[in-house]
């Protein structure tokens, strides 16, 4: 066998003959070696990744493969290819903020809602998938201002209008199913206003969650983010937040009597901003949905391996790439 190198393009997705598509970040990966036979075939793909590791695809299991535009040398203090672009804006006009996920770009037939209030702003973002009922990530900034708690619990759940109603979920879809309507963005995190709280009570931020994870892991670990991770009063730093569980076909756990999705995993991606340091920090936190559960802590990169979404595309591509490689426990005591 043989090997030839290319430096210079890298891979964008590989899509196999099962219709599986795997993504990869253009700055993550260092080189592309195309593996002969003896006779001159294609017999397979390697991607050598910056953090060492590669990943390897029999050509003849290949249905296709989409490269990334090259990227003038130089420029990757400030180039950013995978942002959410200018279509995407189409879609979402507030996509540009750090804490957004790149939006879907399948089949499916999404919704990018944003929910804000004239006094404090914008109170979290999601995006739902249409086609299957379901949300796919909320996303949210955590600073001194927007933390503030000024009312309490307002228990006011209720059918997100922003979503048509032939693609949005019910009270009923949820009632005699044995799961709780499970928040992503916690009422906790939302305190400063009635009108904001009652936000976070829309059917849009929920998923259906074991009570005995919903409220002991994930409580736990929604305590953790507003009470040791988001910055303490005083500071002028920001934690941007996404949560989300698994919709994808291969992480569902079973689904209610209702036909709602009932995840597998749920987790976080969260991305810290020290304005002192002028400098970020990122871990992807990832629970089994299950009472009792152990909760891992891994980087962002593996985050996006399992889940198949990029986050904090909006960051430039060369600090995206060294915050998503890196579990610093430093922050994340």
């Not at 490269?67 to 290819?81: F, L």
């Not at 399948?106 to 249409?130: C, K, M, R």
């Not at 916690?186 to 400063?192: I, K, M, N, Q, Y």
Request: net charge negative; charged share 20%.
């Amino acid at each position: 066998m043989s090997a030839s190198a290319q430096t210079t393009r890298k891979i964008k997705t590989v899509t196999l003959k099962t219709d599986v598509s795997f993504s990869f970040k253009q700055t993550s990966e260092d080189s592309i070696r195309i593996i002969y036979t003896p006779n001159g075939d294609t017999l397979g793909i390697k991607i050598y990744q910056s953090n060492a590791t590669s990943t390897d695809y029999l050509y003849s299991q290949v249905k296709q493969i989409v490269w990334w535009e090259t990227v003038t040398p130089g420029e990757n203090d400030t180039v950013n290819v995978n942002k959410n672009n200018t279509t995407d804006l189409t879609r979402n006009a507030e996509a540009w903020r750090l804490e957004f996920p790149k939006l879907y770009s399948g089949a499916n037939v999404t919704f990018e809602v944003t929910h804000s209030t004239p006094q404090y702003g914008i109170t979290y973002s999601l995006e739902w998938d249409g086609t299957k009922r379901a949300n796919r990530w909320t996303c949210y900034e955590l600073y001194p201002a927007n933390m503030q708690k000024n009312v309490g619990r307002q228990d006011s759940f209720a059918e997100d209008e922003a979503i048509p109603s032939e693609y949005r979920t019910t009270l009923s879809d949820y009632s005699g199913t044995g799961y709780s309507r499970g928040h992503l963005c916690p009422s906790g995190d939302r305190l400063c206003s009635v009108e904001q709280n009652n936000q976070t009570f829309l059917l849009s931020n929920m998923q259906p969650q074991n009570q005995d994870h919903n409220g002991g892991v994930w409580a736990t670990l929604e305590g953790k983010v507003r009470g040791s991770w988001a910055p303490a009063s005083g500071s002028q730093d920001t934690l941007y937040v996404v949560k989300a569980a698994t919709i994808d076909d291969a992480n569902i756990m079973t689904y209610t009597n209702t036909g709602l999705i009932v995840p597998k995993f749920f987790y976080m991606a969260l991305l810290y901003y020290s304005k002192s340091s002028n400098s970020y920090t990122a871990i992807g936190v990832w629970s089994p949905h299950a009472g009792g559960s152990t909760t891992e802590y891994i980087t962002i990169d593996e985050l996006e391996k399992r889940t198949g979404i990029d986050f904090f595309c909006n960051l430039p591509d060369a600090i995206e790439t060294q915050v998503e490689k890196t579990r610093d426990m430093t922050h994340w005591n």
